[in-house]
T-cell receptor, first 115, second 110 residues
Framework: NAGVMQNPRHLVRRRGQEARLRCSPMKGHSHVYWYRQLPEEGLKFMVY????????ESGMPKERFSAEFPKEGPSILRIQQVVRGDSAAYFC?????????????FGEGSRLTVL | KQEVTQIPAALSVPEGENLVLNCSFTDSAIYNLQWFRQDPGKGLTSLLL?????REQTSGRLNASLDKSSGRSTLYIAASQPGDSATYLCAPLNAGKSTFGDGTTLTVKP
């Protein structure tokens, strides 16, 4: 059973470009969470999605950031017009549908560098 | 709003020592609590999941306890090894958004 898969693992963008980060949850998991870890800082919640629905986006910056989890395919975190402050590691986690434990399974992360 | 505090922020010990990492949280209305380790430049590896009905959970040299009513959890590491050097994170789990502590960075010196 493959774990949570994130790609790309490393992404370099110039200011003003767009970054798209993908996350495939573990098989059987329909809950996806995105977290951001700025350099030398802790893990901060961004958004919680289920298939075709955004459940909680209270941690998402109001502008330039969006997330989706379509019926088919991976979850996408999209950052438009990137700025240097977006440079961070972006982690995706998934949990099983109907799980009462809430246990999180994390991917290896996507590391975005904005030049 | 859940706030999670981990103490100490950093810890350096000689190999072989037993040690305790502390986690406190403000909102006790949680499902469970999960401990992770993170190596530099890597993702999070799950260490232990303590369900809210449990008081503790053990895996090898690791033992985690949970006192939900007082909002505390501890991670006990026995006979520490250099390979245990990493950042340890705790996360009280809610139905959806879960808040992480800033972690304890552990260095075990040979």
């Amino acid at each position: 059973n493959a774990g949570v898969m994130q790609n790309p693992r490393h992404l370099v963008r110039r200011r003003g470009q767009e970054a798209r980060l993908r996350c495939s949850p573990m098989k059987g998991h329909s809950h996806v969470y995105w977290y951001r870890q700025l350099p030398e800082e802790g893990l901060k919640f961004m958004v919680y999605l289920q298939k075709e629905n955004i459940i909680d986006e209270s941690g998402m910056p109001k502008e330039r950031f969006s997330a989706e989890f379509p019926k088919e395919g991976p979850s996408i975190l999209r950052i438009q017009q990137v700025v240097r402050g977006d440079s961070a590691a972006y982690f995706c986690a998934s949990s099983p549908v109907g799980s009462a434990t809430g246990e999180l399974f994390f991917g290896e992360g996507s590391r975005l560098t904005v030049l | 709003k859940q706030e999670v505090t981990q103490i100490p922020a950093a810890l350096s010990v000689p190999e072989g020592e037993n040690l305790v990492l502390n986690c406190s949280f403000t909102d006790s209305a949680i499902y469970n609590l999960q401990w992770f380790r993170q190596d530099p430049g890597k993702g999070l590896t799950s260490l232990l999941l303590i369900q809210s009905s449990q008081r503790e959970q053990t895996s090898g040299r690791l033992n985690a306890s949970l006192d939900k009513s007082s909002g505390r959890s501890t991670l006990y590491i026995a006979a520490s090894q250099p390979g245990d050097s990493a950042t340890y994170l705790c996360a009280p789990l809610n139905a959806g958004k879960s808040t992480f502590g800033d972690g304890t960075t552990l260095t075990v010196k040979p």
